[in-house]
């Protein structure tokens, strides 16, 4: 049973324009939220993340939005740069169960065509 | 600070061996956890270390087993190994946040 979902495997987006990576969520109980990207051959980094107490958090061109009633969050990349091609993960956390485990989203490869 | 650096980043065995694979988390990290990354069930979580005491492990048989040292270094290893165990391995380190950062990881093919 897949908890954290990203429904759509593959986005593709002018450069300039802004990249929206969804991802919904069906166990209640995650309360923190993380969104790595990563390049093949290379582990994810980490790029901004969300506690379930805030609806948004912004970082630079990263803004994540969490919507709890719907178990979705989103990752909107304004704007988009050839460099952000990769594939975008969403992770989820139970994060006051005394342990570290990060549930992923099978990932979204984004493509910023320039 | 350094980054989380693991060894080797690539190997390949065949099957029925075991391999060991290692990790140094970031400094002052005392939390390692381990993932496996193939094509078709993505990043899955293998298991957690915090001072030296496995504190979570998922859904995996106990051909999968690890370890954490007084100085944070984890170790994991697999033993018989089998073809369905290729797969990039990623450590990932975590200093008490709910963060967690992760190494280039090792990528084992096993033929």
């Known amino acids: 049973d897949q908890q954290v979902k990203q429904n759509s495997p593959s986005l593709s987006v002018q450069e300039g324009r802004i990249s929206i990576l969804n991802c919904d969520y069906t166990n209640s109980m995650f309360d923190y939220f993380l969104w790595y990207k990563k390049y093949p051959a290379e582990g994810p980094t980490f790029l901004i993340s969300i506690s379930s107490i805030k609806d948004k958090n912004e970082d630079g061109r990263f803004t994540v939005f969490l919507n709890k009633s719907a178990k979705h969050l989103s990752l909107h990349i304004v704007p988009s740069q050839p460099g952000d091609s990769a594939v975008y993960f969403c992770?989820?956390?139970?994060?006051?169960?005394?342990?570290?485990?990060?549930?992923f989203g099978k990932g979204t490869k984004l493509s910023v065509i320039p | 600070k350094a980054g989380v650096t693991q060894t080797p980043r690539y190997l390949i065995k065949t099957r029925g061996q075991q391999v060991t694979l290692s990790c140094s988390p970031i400094s002052g990290h005392r939390s390692v956890s381990w993932y496996q990354q193939t094509p078709g069930q993505g990043l899955q979580f293998l298991f957690e270390y915090f001072s030296e005491t496995q504190r979570n492990k998922g859904n995996f048989p106990g051909r999968f087993s690890g370890r954490q040292f007084s100085n944070s270094r984890s170790e994991m290893n697999v033993s018989t190994l089998e073809l369905g165990d290729s797969a990039l391995y990623l450590c990932?380190?975590?200093?008490?946040?709910?963060?967690?950062?992760f190494g280039p990881g090792t990528r084992l093919t096993v033929l």
């Open positions: 990932a380190s975590s200093f008490n946040t709910d963060t967690q950062y």
């Open positions: 992770a989820a956390l139970l994060s006051g169960a005394g342990s570290y485990q990060l549930t």
